[in-house]
């Protein structure tokens, strides 16, 4: 299993953006990555995902505001947010091995994404 350690989250305001860094202690070539996130009083829920090679599956609720990307140079995984809300408030985690619907068993620590005026 690969270690993942997210990074990038913080503090902004309605409408600004925000990238999250997922890096990976191991080769990513081979694995589906994704992104999910879980707020308060809630289950964790897909966000987006990447196959392996590059098919792209995202949440209803972030569609064409957040971009998934990998870069499997640097073992790597990416999410772009942009036209953050305060219902995008939670802790955002990176997941390794599972398909484009589904999470594997690597999980990262979390980071915090907060959107508060």
């Known amino acids: 299993q690969v270690q993942l350690v997210e990074s990038g989250g913080g503090l902004v305001q309605p409408g600004e953006s925000l990238r999250l860094s997922c890096a990976a202690s191991g080769s990513i070539s081979s694995n589906a990555m994704g992104w999910y996130r879980q707020a308060p009083g809630k289950q964790r829920e897909l966000v987006a995902t990447?196959?392996?090679?590059?098919?792209?599956n995202y949440a209803a609720s972030v569609q064409g505001r957040f971009t998934i990307s990998r870069d499997n140079t640097k073992n790597t995984v990416y999410l772009q947010m942009s036209s953050l809300k305060p219902e995008d408030t939670a802790v955002y985690y990176c997941?390794?091995?599972?398909?484009?619907?589904?999470?594997?068993?690597?999980w990262g620590q979390g980071t915090q994404v907060t959107v508060s005026s």
């Open positions: 990447i196959t392996r090679v590059g098919r792209t």
């Open positions: 997941n390794a091995g599972g398909t484009m619907w589904s999470a594997g068993s690597s």
